[in-house]
């Protein structure tokens, strides 16, 4: 359903975001323009245009996002700061003035997000008759209600843990919602400390009877400490949350067994550093002091609020049964090569690849109806010989791993590069690496030193004329669920260069080797960087220099240079950035002819799209997808690939993909020199509306 079309919504109201970098440098800080990014998120939840359940959503995943920040890059300034290191960032920066710079931002950011749930969310949503209630707010009934809730569901799962000379302070987990409880012995008057972790394993909101009426678990607790505590009196209560490091360090050059040195870092994990405390401004010193100590955390990195803590419980509100409050929900289509024949109902994957190279946009195109039916072909295809892919990120009932297993147990070949350091998804991949091997598949790691970030999949087989490679080259995680609301681009191809490439790439990953050089493929730390300086280059010298791009983040310091040095020679640069951009556009003398924009929505940007006017020839465009974004990491530290695309069908499909994110006026925000990203929005459709029009106008044509 249309946004423009649904008179309940009111319009888009013009909004600002970031703005915070002052700093009159060639550069943008890292950090702050990810809390610029994360304003945007939020300032889709403050967007009456959207439906209200959506915005809840968009809460919450501001709050999810808080989290990993803090998690990660907050954590490692503080590390920094721990080992006396002051080396400056290119935006010239020491880690102790960007911790500064943080807590600066992200009080004013928590300080809008609080503000959009007690004074909008919550009365929005209770005149939708989806009542987030208090305590106080109940009556008689109600309450006798949840006293035999608590009596018969939360009570025996509570375990409160005391805190004196016999028992020392328990470790606070990450992320976890605790309650810090003062007592006084009825008998003799001392009093005592207790902590209490709000059980993880029961819903954050309570529900009533009577309608969608819920009431925080954490105050549902509260209100009978008493059972918990016998002969004792209640004197305080305080919601505390913990925010640890979440990041692996550990060298993997002196590892023996990867696996293992892995599965030890994640269970130090567990016990990593504070980074964030956050706590309600009512906790009294006492409490706080205690916190402090034993936490080994500052007041610069505690953090209060008013409203329930830790966000994210919204995204169990945004998932009500209410479509009246939701988005219409998208069914994605089949790309009309893999449309199934109407008196077999079924496809053959690998004559339609063998045709042409198919283009596949999700989650507009279905994941399971292309990419995982490639798979799963391959897999019962007698005349496959062999399966090779990249897995990084997978989602937990993945029906890859399943068709990897069945053709592993079938005989095939199967060889799975598992990327063991992938962020908060190492356990899961941890699991699934020892699944893979108990049947057969021949497991690697990657290299040493490089986390291995491609998204490639090689399928060999056996046909009347000799051997056939298909491959997939994407943008996205082999996940069905993300693959969902993750906007990506794969191409599905059958093409001799691109299969001898691919090979080669594989051999590379799971052998050894140094300098190898592909017909086709753009990999890094190897090429990627060179050829894109090259590619630039060539723009710069010729007529009409003109370099469009799609990505998540632009942070690299010697390809900003490059940009703007392209840009004094007059090249036009148009960039679509959904999160971080750290180069300045739009600045006299400096970068005159760069303009940035960001797309935000229903669906996640997650392409990445680079197209260089005069890359294959004077007047004939380059394009190039794949997995890299123009980040350090992905340049140095990382194994990427990014494909040329050939077909002109593909090609001006991704020219579509480009100028329709660059021309919405109901999404895209735009960035200008001062770090400030502005949203002027008007009723002409979204970008997501455009693309699932195009998607449904392609089926419609079989």
């Avoid at 030193?449 to 490639?456: A, D, E, Y």
């Avoid at 060539?538 to 310091?557: F, Q, R």
């Avoid at 929505?601 to 465009?621: K, M, T, W």
């Amino acid at each position: 359903m249309s946004l423009s079309t649904e008179p309940q919504h009111e319009a888009v109201p013009a909004a600002v975001a970031g703005g915070y970098d002052h700093n009159e440098t060639r550069f943008l800080n890292r950090e702050l323009g990810w809390l610029a990014f994360n304003e945007r998120v939020l300032a889709m939840a403050d967007d009456r245009s959207l439906p209200l359940l959506e915005r809840a959503r968009f809460c919450a995943i501001c709050s999810s996002n808080l989290d990993e920040f803090f998690q990660v890059r907050v954590a490692g300034l503080d590390d920094q700061v721990a080992a006396g290191l002051t080396s400056l960032t290119p935006d010239g920066r020491t880690p102790g003035a960007q911790l500064q710079e943080i807590r600066r931002v992200v009080t004013v950011l928590t300080a809008r997000q609080e503000e959009l749930y007690q004074q909008r969310l919550r009365p929005a949503l209770a005149g939708a008759d989806i009542h987030l209630l208090e305590w106080p707010e109940l009556d008689a009934g109600e309450r006798d209600f949840l006293a035999d809730l608590f009596e018969s569901r939360i009570f025996p799962v509570l375990t409160p843990l005391a805190v004196d000379p016999g028992h020392p302070f328990p470790y606070i987990s990450d992320l976890s919602l605790n309650l810090a409880v003062t007592v006084e012995d009825a008998a003799t008057g001392e009093r005592h400390f207790a902590r209490l972790k709000v059980p993880s394993s029961l819903d954050r909101f309570v529900a009533l009877p009577g309608g969608e009426r819920f009431v925080p678990l954490e105050q549902v607790i509260i209100a009978h400490l008493g059972r918990l505590f016998p002969g004792m009196n209640v004197i305080q209560h305080d919601p505390f949350r913990v925010t640890r490091n979440g990041d692996l360090i550990f060298e993997e050059e002196a590892a023996d067994d990867l696996l293992a040195a892995v599965e030890i870092e994640l269970r130090r994990r567990r016990f990593g550093r504070a980074a964030r405390l956050e706590i309600h401004p009512t906790m009294s010193d006492e409490v706080r002091d205690l916190l402090k100590r034993e936490l080994d955390i500052e007041d610069d990195a505690i953090y209060e609020t008013t409203v329930p803590l830790d966000l994210t419980c919204l995204f169990a509100i945004a998932d009500l049964d209410r479509p009246d409050l939701k988005l219409s929900g998208w069914t994605p289509v089949l790309e009309p090569e893999f449309v199934p024949d109407e008196e077999t109902e079924s496809v053959d994957m690998f004559a339609a690849m063998a045709r042409s190279d198919v283009m596949v946009h999700h989650p507009y195109t279905s994941f399971t109806g292309t990419v995982v039916r490639f798979i799963e072909q391959a897999a019962d295809d007698p005349k496959v010989l062999a399966i090779k892919i990249a897995l990084y990120r997978t989602s937990g009932d993945s029906p890859i791993i399943e068709a990897l297993i069945r053709a592993a147990e079938s005989g095939k070949q199967v060889a799975v590069l598992i990327e063991l350091k992938a962020r908060f998804d190492e356990q899961a991949n941890i699991t699934w690496a020892k699944r893979l091997e108990q049947a057969g598949v021949h497991v690697a790691y990657g290299l040493v030193g490089l986390k291995i970030h491609s998204k490639v999949c090689l399928v060999v087989r056996d046909e009347a004329d000799g051997l056939r490679r298909y491959g997939h080259i994407g943008t996205g995680n082999y996940n069905s669920k993300t693959a969902r609301i993750y906007e990506d681009i794969g191409l599905l191809t059958a093409r001799e260069d691109l299969g001898e490439d691919l090979t080669t790439l594989f051999n590379q990953l799971t052998g050894y080797g140094r300098g190898v050089v592909f017909r086709q493929l753009l990999t890094a730390p190897d090429w990627l960087r060179s050829r894109f300086v090259e590619l630039t280059r060539n723009e710069m010298a010729s007529e009409h220099g003109n370099i469009t791009a799609k990505m998540n983040a632009l942070v690299d310091p010697q390809i900003i240079e490059l940009l703007y040095e392209a840009s004094a020679a007059g090249v036009q640069i148009d960039l679509l950035v959904r999160g971080i951009c750290c180069l300045r556009p739009g600045v006299p003398g400096l970068s005159d002819n760069i303009r940035v924009s960001s797309v935000i929505g229903r669906y996640l940007e997650h392409s990445r799209i680079f197209r260089f006017a005069n890359g294959d020839g004077p007047g004939v465009a380059l394009h190039l997808i794949g997995s890299a974004d123009l980040m350090p990491r992905n340049l140095d530290r990382r194994m990427e690939v990014l494909v040329p695309v050939r077909g002109s069908t593909q090609k001006q499909r991704l020219d579509e993909i480009l100028d329709t994110g660059l021309s919405d006026h109901q999404l895209r925000w735009d960035f200008d020199g001062a770090g400030r990203w502005v949203r002027q929005a008007h009723f002409t459709g979204d970008v997501h509306e455009r693309f699932e029009q195009l998607a449904t106008a392609r089926r419609s044509r079989v």
